[in-house]
Each structure stands twice: as structure tokens, then as C-alpha cells.
């Protein structure tokens, strides 16, 4: 038997065709995920564009550019567009930087970052976004995913939205591939990431602190427990949010070109990267940045124009 076809909610449509006057804007999917045009990354921004890339971020969640390659130093320039550089956790530093971080994976260091994440949500004060850039491709796979949590969270039902808005998740990196990256180190170095990085609690929902977008904000592999609830609850609701936002109407796939570039929000997304290169060569440079996790005063309203809806052939 055919099921029952869901009631969708129609979009609110990001009026993009006449935000962006120094930027090219193409989206991927209706308010996710853009490519970003005419801009060159090794060469200083105006203020103009500045503003209009975070605007675009804001929108879409996750940025995309064609391959350029960049120094370090334009990397780290490009991260301070949307907010202070934020510093990495666990992996190799890139050309001494400590806010470069290099995640390289070939025969002898098979990946295990192959899991449905948002980057360093185990720490107190987890990073507003990432930028990165793909330095060495394999010969075929590697490629990423990223979901919409916030459009997961809009296609909630208004019950869950309101229950899951009272609750908060405790996350640690001691239940991840983490655990063994470090002991490969040596003791020292995993007793003192047990010491800089304990268990931390964050809300299961946010509200953007620009946009006021609401989305749901965990990861299954850093997610202990949903806290103050049965264990059997707890177990339960982790099971559900994690399947719900892996739903593909939520989701963008991306096939990387060497020194491909992109910058998503941490706030509202989840990005997958696959692991079916191996035993190939993959190397990733990544930097983060900055900024509150959640409003702290009522959500601004949306940046979104009440504009009519482009024709459906303007989506790519």
C-alpha cells in the first residue's frame, strides 16, 4: 500500500536575484547550499563583498567556490570575514599555524571522520563556522555531504519542535574515533585531552544569533545522552534526530576538484565526509571561526525578502 503523501510547508524562498550585487550567487538547492562566483580568494576583499558573503552564508548555510588555490594566510584571511579564528582541537597544525588545521588520510591513517557531524561540538565553545579547502583529491570518491538542520528542524511537527526546544544534549569525544587518534600518541597526549576537554552541554535547539533560523543542533557520535530524561527516552530521541536530518530532501552531495573551497555554518548544518577513497591520499586544510552559538535575546526576524518565489527553472 502507497503511503500517505506528507503535507509539505512551502518554502519562504531566499530572494537572491537582487540581494547580491558583487557577488554571483547560484544555489544548489531552494535556501541550501550556493556556489559562489567572481570573487578571487587571493586577493584582498572590499568591505562590500565581506558583507555580502557573510549575507550569502546566512542564506545558504554552506558556500562553495571553483577550485583556486590560496596561501594559508588567505585561508586564515578568508575565516575573519565571518568572525575571530577559532582554534582546532586534535589534528596537525599547518605551516605552524595553530588556527590551521591539516586532516590528511592515506594507507597508513585510514579516515574515520566518515560519520554525520558538526565540527568540535565536544568543546565549551564550539565554532560558528568552517572553511576548507581540499589540497590533494583521490583518484576517484572523498567526496562530502552536508544536511540542513535547520530545514530538518522546519519540517518537524510543531509538537516535536516545541518539546525538543526544552531539551539540551551532553557531548563528549571520548565515544568517537578520537579516542584511538589519540591513543595512537600516546598516553600523555590522550590523558591531556581528557583534562582540556570534558563533557559539555548544548541546546538541542538553536536560534541563529543573525539570521534567527531555528535548527537542531547535535551530533549522534558526540551525543551522550539527552540530558534529565530516561536513559531509554534519551536513547530513543538520538535515534530519531539522527535519522530525521539524514533525510535527503535535507541534503546537498559534493564532488571536490582539487583546492575546491567551501565555508558552512556550524549552527545549521551537519556535513558527512565519505570515506571510500581509501587506501588513496585525501588531504583537507581547515580553519574555523567564531561567534555565539545560540541568541542569548529573541530572535531577530528573518533576513529572508517576502519576494515572489523564483520560477522553478531558476534553480540549479
Not at 171 to 181: D, P, V
Not at 200 to 206: A, E, G, M, N, T
Request: aromatic share 12%.
Amino acid at each position: 500500500m502507497a503511503l500517505r503523501p506528507q503535507r509539505l510547508r512551502p518554502l519562504e524562498l531566499v530572494a537572491f536575484q537582487d540581494r547580491y550585487k558583487h557577488i554571483g550567487v547560484e544555489p544548489r538547492m531552494p535556501n541550501f547550499a550556493a556556489w559562489i562566483h567572481g570573487v578571487d580568494l587571493a586577493r584582498p576583499l572590499s568591505e562590500a563583498v565581506r558583507q555580502e558573503l557573510r549575507q550569502a552564508l546566512w542564506d545558504f548555510e554552506v558556500l562553495f567556490f571553483h577550485p583556486q588555490e590560496i596561501t594559508s594566510e588567505q585561508h586564515l584571511a578568508l575565516a575573519e570575514v565571518f568572525g575571530p579564528l577559532g582554534s582546532g582541537a586534535f589534528w596537525d597544525q599547518g605551516d605552524g599555524k595553530a588556527e590551521l588545521e591539516i586532516l590528511a588520510f592515506d594507507e597508513e591513517h585510514p579516515p574515520f571522520v566518515d560519520a554525520w557531524h558538526t565540527d568540535l561540538v565536544f568543546k565549551k565553545q564550539p565554532p560558528a563556522g568552517s572553511v576548507i579547502q581540499i589540497t590533494e583529491i583521490p583518484p576517484g570518491g572523498g567526496n562530502t555531504c552536508w544536511v540542513s538542520t535547520t530545514k530538518a528542524y522546519d519540517a518537524l511537527s510543531p509538537g516535536l519542535q516545541a518539546y525538543f526546544g526544552t531539551l539540551s544534549t551532553e557531548n563528549t569525544w571520548e565515544i568517537t574515533g578520537y579516542r584511538e587518534y589519540l591513543a595512537e600518541k600516546g598516553w600523555d597526549v590522550l590523558v591531556q585531552a581528557l583534562r582540556d576537554y570534558p563533557p559539555q552541554s548544548h541546546p538541542l535547539v538553536l536560534t541563529h544569533p543573525v539570521s534567527g533560523k531555528k535548527s537542531l543542533y547535535f551530533n549522534k557520535e558526540t551525543a551522550r545522552r539527552i540530558e534529565n530524561v530516561d536513559i531509554r527516552e534519551s536513547k530513543g530521541m538520538l535515534e530519531f534526530v539522527a535519522a530525521w536530518v539524514q533525510r535527503p530532501e535535507f541534503m546537498i552531495h559534493h564532488r571536490w576538484e582539487a583546492h575546491g573551497i567551501a565555508i558552512w555554518d556550524n549552527r545549521t548544518t551537519q556535513h558527512y565526509a565519505c570515506a571510500d577513497y581509501w587506501p588513496y591520499r585525501r588531504v583537507n586544510q581547515r580553519t574555523t571561526f567564531s561567534g555565539p552559538l545560540t541568541a542569548q535575546a529573541p530572535a531577530v526576524a528573518s533576513r529572508r525578502d517576502a519576494a515572489p518565489a523564483p520560477a522553478l527553472a531558476q534553480w540549479k
